[in-house]
């Protein structure tokens, strides 16, 4: 220790201390569990029987066990819907919002501000705002879209298997647009305003521009955003349980919700832990990616 | 003119964004007759709210304070120990430093719903889930130290490095040039990062759900989601209930909004 410690330079020890803190915090509450996770999903695990660390080895049978349930299949298709989906169209609807506000007009910075509101309302009080817009009955959605001719008659977002999980990813894109916005609008604004002069004067036209330049030299911030938004959205927890709790018939069931569901529901520990370490190597994966790309521009 | 005509756009755009907020709180003002006739009225016709009503009947006030101590102990916490960290990770760069940053990054991504199987498990075996609160403290410490320390690191970046050698030549102490000398000139992105702690705490939802069983210590969140699942229906009482909670975080948004804005952007991408 003393060894490890003396390759610091001396006059940092007080940082070092500093830090050493918090990391000893993360790893003890955060990167233990982690460990702690991959394991259980490797055991058998009971809760009625007292706490032990080594419970009955079970090799990959928790695996198998997720993976031939019949809702396994669906769980993987919704996941994927939710994710892809939702990062489309709020990476879509964010970009034309940033430029929007990116333009000159009064009050602009303010209201685009105000598009954070989405984004600091705890996410259980979103879903249940939105529960009440889908309502089939007398929701307003329904009422809206049928005023503006897209819909002939009523949809049960909710309790229709075939809408449920759209109905879960327009929210969801609801609460994400905000964060996207303002990441992009920092790389649209960091882009060099001559760049356009000049381009207009060999007479490129808006969309010309827009693909030549906007486009290009928006890709490491297009890069962190799609990376973060799918971070964000592998984990969202609480729009699902206000809105469907998966249901009905797993029709919205995605992996981050089922693996709470039959760890805290059931009590299925060594299923959830095992469908829990499937995902989290997803979001490691994901995480690394996002971190590397920014770390290109950081000044580390 | 190009300008009003961008202003108007933006303007209706941003009405059709906060329409889920707006319709929360007319709701609120919806006698029952009036809440299930579609088509739905935009402005309610007889107002009346049940303000009092809702906050005694749904015991808020427990729920809210479970809220607020757990914020509390979470801001705290986050504060004390992420403080340092993030102004050291900005201080010292080695490989070392590089190796921290990234785990921290990469930690931050882990989802609570995910963390919360094994936190569940090995708590349950240590006995914490006598002390729920505290369980949740500690649980959403691992959520909101890697976000803070992210954030708050932009700013101790900003921080000109000569001022903390021009401390030091002087013959401060490390620790002195820090709490005498950067502390203060960080002290504006402290804040901000600190309240984003402080909101996100107090919407906590996955780790309060999880770990508390006694409903004596449960949170705002998980009362509403039980009103919810009790009710169905009566939606004026779920969103006079969710109007009482989210107010006071929308209020403390619109104070600072210029300053959250800036100081998400730094941590974000910088």
Not at chain 1, 278 to 295: D, G, H, N, P, Q
């Amino acid at each position: 220790m003393n060894k490890l410690l003396s390759r610091f330079p001396r006059e940092n020890g007080f940082e070092i201390t500093l830090a050493g803190f918090a990391l000893l915090y993360l790893l003890l509450f955060a990167g233990l569990p982690l460990l702690y996770n991959i394991v259980l999903s490797f055991q058998q695990v009971d809760l009625m029987e007292p706490a032990t660390l080594l419970r009955p080895f079970a090799g990959l049978a928790n695996y198998r066990d997720v993976f031939s349930r019949p809702e396994a299949g669906q769980v993987l298709s919704n996941t994927l819907q939710f994710v892809g989906l939702s990062l489309l169209f709020q990476v879509v609807i964010g970009f034309l919002l940033a430029m929007l506000f990116l333009q000159d007009f009064p009050l602009a910075t303010f209201m685009r501000g105000l598009f954070l509101a989405g984004w600091i309302m705890p996410g259980l009080v979103v879903g249940v705002i939105w529960k009440l817009l889908f309502a089939g009955d007398y929701g307003v959605l329904n009422h809206v879209l049928t005023q503006m001719g897209i819909l002939h008659s009523k949809i049960f977002w909710l309790s229709d298997p075939q809408w449920s999980l759209y109905a879960v990813i327009i929210a969801n894109v609801w609460l994400g647009v905000p964060f996207n916005m303002l990441l992009l609008s920092v790389g649209l604004a960091a882009i060099p305003a001559d760049l356009y002069e000049a381009a207009e004067l060999d007479g490129a036209n808006a969309w010309q521009r827009f693909w030549g330049i906007t486009l290009p030299m928006m890709k490491s911030t297009l890069g962190a955003v799609v990376s973060l938004g799918a971070i964000m959205t592998m984990q969202q927890f609480d729009l699902l349980a206000a809105l469907t709790q998966g249901g009905p018939a797993n029709s919205s069931q995605v992996a981050q919700y089922w693996s709470w569901q039959l760890s805290l529901q059931t009590f299925e520990v060594s299923a959830g832990s095992a469908v829990a370490t499937l995902m989290m190597v997803l979001v490691l994966i994901v995480a690394v990616i996002y971190v590397r790309s920014t770390r290109n521009e950081r000044m580390v | 003119m190009k300008r009003y005509v961008l202003m108007v756009i933006a303007l209706i755009v941003t009405a059709v964004y906060l329409f889920p907020l707006y319709w929360m709180y007319i709701t609120v003002f919806k006698s029952a007759a009036e809440m299930f006739q579609f088509p739905p009225t935009f402005w309610p016709q007889q107002a009346e709210s049940h303000l009092r009503q809702v906050f005694e009947e749904r015991n808020m006030a427990r729920f809210l304070w479970n809220s607020l101590l757990i914020a509390c102990g979470t801001t705290g916490v986050t504060l004390l120990v992420g403080t340092g960290a993030a102004y050291a990770l900005a201080q010292v760069q080695n490989r070392w430093t590089s190796a921290a940053i990234f785990a921290v990054l990469v930690l931050q991504a882990l989802p609570s719903s995910l963390m919360v199987t094994p936190i569940f498990t090995a708590f349950k075996g240590l006995g914490l889930l006598e002390t729920p609160r505290f369980a949740v403290v500690i649980a959403q410490i691992t959520k909101t130290l890697p976000f803070y320390i992210v954030l708050c690191r932009a700013s101790f970046v900003q921080v000109p490095r000569e001022l903390r050698d021009a401390a030091l030549v002087d013959g401060a102490s490390p620790m002195r040039a820090f709490f005498g000398v950067i502390l203060p000139l960080a002290v504006n992105g402290i804040l901000v990062s600190a309240i984003l702690v402080f909101l996100q705490s107090f919407g906590e939802y996955v780790y309060a759900r999880s770990l508390i069983l006694d409903d004596q210590y449960q949170t705002a969140t998980v009362g509403l989601s039980a009103f919810v699942g009790a009710t169905k229906t009566d939606w004026i009482g779920i969103m006079t209930y969710s109007a009482i909670f989210v107010t006071p975080i929308l209020i403390a948004f619109m104070l600072l909004q210029r300053k959250i804005v800036a100081g998400l952007t730094a941590g974000a991408l910088k």
